[in-house]
Antibody, heavy 126, light 111 residues
Framework: QVQLVQSGAEVKKPGSSVKVSCKAS????????ITWVRQAPGQGLEWMGR????????NYAQKFQGRVAFTADKSTSTAYMELSRLRSEDTAVYYC???????????????????WGQGTLVTVSS | QSVLTQPPSASGTPGQRVTISCSGS????????VNWYQQLPGTAPKLLIY???QRPSGVPDRFSGSKSGTSASLAISGLQSEDEADYYC????????????FGTGTKVTVL
């Protein structure tokens, strides 16, 4: 079972950027994708996008396009999420998770996250 | 914002059966499979059900999932105190705006 360990909490000023890391151990880093999900205080889960390390392909939720970038270092099995132009509404816990995507023979997509990092709290405050 | 709608809360006494609904559309639940996540207080989410009704190893068979049309349900039978948590449905979305969407979340309270 893959384990994901994220970097520690961050406090950032509005307008700055933050980069969160997610290191995988166990399993083969390149045989699955890494998805990023955030959760604002007292709120629900919000999908930000994913990266497929084998081909360095990314998909971003429309809401974050242009402001977020996912990268992956295959040599260290570490994925990164960088969010720029931070504002107070970006204060949240950011999670990475292992994504498994299966296209069924009858059609339809099944995409689920079976291992999660512990979360990284990013606080944006002046 | 979430495009899958869940009731904000559900409750039951120990041993009871609780059901949580998840309403979507043709571009998500209607076309793709549904997953459910459990989030205990102060912890990361955990995969509870995938592919509509499959349980990962280690998930008790008290948890079951189903899907019909553009809606899905999670049932917890024999409710236990440790089931008190937030539950989220989720699905791939074929529309341009989404790709993957979570439900609004349901807080389950064990009375």
């Amino acid at each position: 079972q893959v384990q994901l360990v994220q970097s520690g909490a961050e406090v950032k000023k509005p307008g700055s950027s933050v980069k969160v890391s997610c290191k995988a151990s166990g399993g083969t880093f390149t045989t699955y994708d890494i998805t990023w999900v955030r959760q604002a205080p007292g709120q629900g889960l919000e999908w930000m996008g994913r990266i497929i390390p084998t081909v360095d392909t990314t998909n971003y939720a429309q809401k974050f396009q242009g402001r977020v970038a996912f990268t992956a270092d295959k040599s260290t099995s570490t994925a990164y999420m960088e969010l720029s132009r931070l504002r107070s509404e970006d204060t949240a816990v950011y999670y990475c998770a292992r994504g498994t995507l299966v296209i069924s023979i009858t059609g339809g997509t099944n995409y689920y996250f079976d291992s999660w990092g512990q979360g990284t709290l990013v606080t944006v405050s002046s | 914002q979430s495009v899958l709608t869940q009731p904000p809360s559900a409750s039951g006494t120990p041993g009871q059966r609780v059901t949580i609904s998840c309403s979507g559309s043709s571009s998500n639940i209607g076309s793709n499979t549904v997953n459910w996540y459990q989030q205990l207080p102060g912890t990361a989410p955990k995969l509870l059900i995938y592919s509509n009704n499959q349980r990962p190893s280690g998930v008790p068979d008290r948890f079951s999932g189903s899907k019909s049309g553009t809606s899905a349900s999670l049932a917890i039978s024999g409710l236990q105190s440790e089931d008190e948590a937030d539950y989220y449905c989720a699905a791939w979305d074929d529309s341009l705006n989404g790709l993957y969407v979570f439900g609004t979340g349901t807080k389950v309270t064990v009375l």
